[in-house]
């Protein structure tokens, strides 16, 4: 079976074509991006409208494929008007191609194009995006989340601390290469329990940079040491709980070479496998819905809409 995925839940427009052996034949994406600033999501959805109909014509016509069986859309969770406009693009395909279409999950999207993409098999997740931070395990089907923020995802406090020292959107990039040119300094560290709390961090760090106590470079520094510690903790802990030997890390932020590093590390010292899904399918992209919709293909439909607050541990792992 082939596949034309549709994403659109926050800055990313993408589309792509997979095939149900899990080939990708095509992955064209179009991020909103700003200079400075963070995501406005009627700004996102804008650009998305803008350009949803070159993206999936793109998609469509570098696959090569003359026959698409299905279209599979991002149902949320996400940003509203970002998701309608992916709802929109995907029902009018569908129409055209005359194929079902089928709304998926972003997050479990992350989380099975991470086994496409990996050896892992039944890893402990890591999914640390812009909106989201979880730490999670299947369980009798269905998704564990052991411990996660609560507060702000861990893309996004870094967002939010860039934002405050006048890097654009995303930052997160931006804070890995002035990183490499800082020394520690004391941050809060806030673990509770299995849980993280960010907002704190994030404000103290950019107060001390108004207060022009710190670089940026020494700030950018403590802030990744500080938040991605943090996050080791609390994995640690999940594999000693759960006695799985396999750690999987997914998402936007796992393209940060610091925190695979500190990630592996840990792993290695306790003899567990480290994964991460590799730099290219990290972010928001297409083809995970695609390969989700494959899945899901025989199964049980949810009413073609957009669920903005669906959250994975709702969802019956059927496939
Ligand atoms: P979700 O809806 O799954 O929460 P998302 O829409 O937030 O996803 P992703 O593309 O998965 O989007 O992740 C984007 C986040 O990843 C942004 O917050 C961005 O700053 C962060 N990010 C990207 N590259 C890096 C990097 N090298 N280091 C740190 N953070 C990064
Ligand atoms: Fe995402």
């Known amino acids: 079976m082939i596949c034309l995925g549709i994403e659109g839940s926050a800055h990313t427009i993408a589309a792509a074509v997979v095939s149900s052996k899990g080939t990708v034949l095509s992955d064209v994406r179009d991020m909103y991006k700003t200079v400075e600033g963070g995501i406005i ?15 999936i014509k793109k998609a469509l016509e570098e696959s090569k494929e003359k026959k698409i069986d299905l ?6 969770p996400g ?25 998926v999950n972003h997050a479990v999207a992350h989380l099975t194009s991470g086994l496409l993409f990996t050896n892992a098999k039944d890893p402990v997740y890591i999914y640390v995006s812009g909106a989201n931070t979880q730490i999670i395990v299947l369980e009798n089907k269905r998704y ?13 406090a870094l967002d939010k601390f860039g934002r405050g020292i006048g890097l654009g959107f995303p930052a997160g990039p931006k804070i890995e290469e002035l990183s490499k040119l800082g020394k520690y300094y004391k941050l809060p560290y806030t673990v509770k329990g299995m849980d993280l709390v960010f907002s704190g961090i994030v404000t103290k760090a950019i107060n001390d940079f108004k207060n022009k106590k710190v670089s940026k470079e020494d700030l950018c520094f403590s802030m990744q040491e500080t938040l991605f510690s943090m996050l080791t903790e609390v994995s640690e802990r999940a594999l ?25 590390i840990m792993c290695k010292e306790r003899n567990a496998r480290f994964f991460s899904v590799p730099l290219q399918y990290a972010g928001d992209q297409a083809v995970m819905i695609a390969w989700q919709g494959l899945l899901e293909y025989n199964k049980v439909r949810k009413h073609i809409d957009i669920y903005p607050y669906e959250r994975l541990d709702q969802i019956d792992v059927e496939w």
């Open 240 to 264: 000693a709980h759960t006695k799985k030997d396999e750690l999987l890390l997914i998402g936007g932020v796992a393209a940060n070479k610091r925190l695979v590093e500190m990630l592996s």
């Open 144 to 156: 564990r989340i052991l411990g996660e923020t609560l507060d702000t995802g861990l893309g996004n």
């Open 79 to 103: 940003l509203s008007p970002c998701l309608h406009v992916a709802l929109e693009a995907a029902k009018g395909i569908s129409e055209h191609l005359k194929v079902p279409l089928i709304g």
């Open 41 to 55: 999501p009627i700004e996102a959805a804008k650009h998305h409208r803008n350009v949803k109909d070159v993206v």
């Open 71 to 76: 279209v599979a859309y991002s149902r949320g």
